[in-house]
């Protein structure tokens, strides 16, 4: 039984059938958006066709327990135990809830399985958390070069713009949408009919942060999903680059032979 699960499990078909599930899904959940466009009966039917999604993700990961050696097999992937929260939260009444909020939330939620589903998702979602503690040094170091400017710009600027550089707190929030290249613009003009030379300051910001410490961030992160991407090479490519080395060796010990 364990045998035909496994094969079942691994079925392209059925893989392409879940992710269709979820998809159609995803779908209803749009459709539940549009409440004053539709005839009450079709919001009828489709929570008809919601529980039979549900149903539906009931018996997959059921099929995938069974084709697991032991259920602590199955709880050992930690993308395993993400969908069984997820079909178990699918399972909570959504009609007893008392919020139509944390309802549609809940619908929503099933979506996230997608991710488990397709590798390349998982890929990146997985490259993120390994790119965090890397990640978390720039960002450390950012939000310390923030503060030093947001304590250079609330004394500077304090007077020009209250709203925008009156304290610290409100000269970071300023300084991120510069980062952000969102109206900087504007807070430059604004500051330069007073102190003609403040463009040096946000000027320097600007190539701090939005295009060398964002740029470091970024590559940080295509960095480790190259790496990912690597690791998980197909068997037969990893098999040819370890010949290929080989290769290269022994044509460096015939020229050494030579010599």
Known sequence: MREFFLKVRNNNLFEGFIISIIL??????????????????????????????????????????????????????????????????????????????LARLVRVFRLLRLVSFIPQFRILIESFIAAIPRVGYILLFMFVEFYIFAAIGSILFAEISPMHWGNVGLAMLTLFQTATLEGWPDLMYQSLEVQRFSWIFFVVFIILNSLVFMNMIIGVIIDVIVKANEDDAPENIKLLKEINKRIEQIELNINEYKK
């Open 24 to 101: 159609i899904s995803a779908i209803f959940v749009g459709f539940r958006t549009y409440d004053e466009m539709f005839d009450p009966e079709i919001f009828l039917y489709i929570s008809y066709l919601d529980y039979v999604v549900t149903i539906i993700f009931v018996i997959e990961i059921i099929i995938r327990m069974i084709a697991e050696k032991s259920l602590l097999d199955f709880f050992k992937s930690p993308w395993n135990a993400f969908d069984f929260i997820i079909v178990a939260i699918s399972l909570i009444p959504i009609e007893s809830l008392d919020s139509i909020l």
